[in-house]
């Protein structure tokens, strides 16, 4: 069974800096897209990164030039670099994988369970 567990989130004061993990597990035979998406309370999750399996990233606005996304394919491990946080960044944040089991079905697509940043003085 694949899993993706998050970890890094935290409180951290306007300004400061976070670095989330996204750690993937089971019977993969390949992970392809991934991509980081955060909700904030009331309102729709929103993707804010992604990476494919050659290193191509692309953001969205709010978060370019202030968060990196980037992944160790040994580990099959995904990081989410946030500095100069903001409040408007807080929410949870998920991790999001598309990938290729060790049993050569269909691609699939599995999120992990969410990891909360809250920006706040």
């Known amino acids: 069974q694949v899993q993706l567990v998050e970890s890094g989130g935290g409180l951290v004061q306007p300004g400061g800096s976070l670095r989330l993990s996204c750690a993937v597990s089971?019977?993969?035979?390949?992970?392809?897209?991934m991509t980081w998406h955060r909700q904030a309370a009331g309102k729709q999750r929103e993707w804010i990164a992604i990476?494919?399996?050659?290193?191509?990233?692309t953001y969205v606005d709010s978060v370019k030039g202030r968060f990196t996304i980037s992944r160790d394919n040994a580990k099959n491990t995904l990081y989410l670099e946030m500095t100069n946080l903001k409040p408007e960044d807080t929410a949870v944040y998920y991790c999001?994988?598309?990938?290729?089991?060790?049993?050569?079905?269909?691609?699939?697509?599995?999120w992990g369970q969410g990891t909360q940043v809250t920006v706040s003085s």
């Open positions: 990476i494919t399996s050659t290193g191509t990233t």
């Open positions: 089971g019977s993969i035979f390949s992970v392809l897209v």
């Open positions: 999001n994988a598309g990938l290729r089991t060790a049993d050569g079905g269909p691609p699939e697509v599995h």
